[in-house]
């Protein structure tokens, strides 16, 4: 099975749940708890690998620049399915209250 087809099906499966759940909240909230998790995944992976004070010593180097633009083009992608899911639960909202 090819990776796209299952990235499809994942996609089509939880994408609208996730982009409705998110689309609740505003954009530059999901934003910067999107990356907040992140670096939280990060050092908890850190902990769990190598123990916390080596995770203390070697945290510095996810916040070069390289490694913020990484985490941040991650957060924005969340962020645009938070849009896309407000823009969708919106537009349903609008046509259930047309129907009158």
Do not use: C
């Amino acid at each position: 099975m090819s990776v796209e087809i299952v990235s499809g099906l994942v996609g089509g499966v939880f994408g609208q749940a996730v982009g409705e759940f998110l689309g609740k909240f505003r954009l530059w909230q999901v934003l910067i708890l999107t990356l907040m998790a992140e670096y939280a995944a990060v050092f908890v992976a850190g902990i769990a690998l190598v123990g916390f004070n080596v995770t203390v010593l070697r945290f510095h180097q996810f916040v070069t620049p390289y490694a913020v633009l990484i985490f941040l083009g991650l957060a924005v992608m969340v962020t645009f399915v938070a849009f896309m899911g407000g823009v969708a639960r919106n537009g349903a909202n609008k046509s259930n209250g047309d129907k009158r």
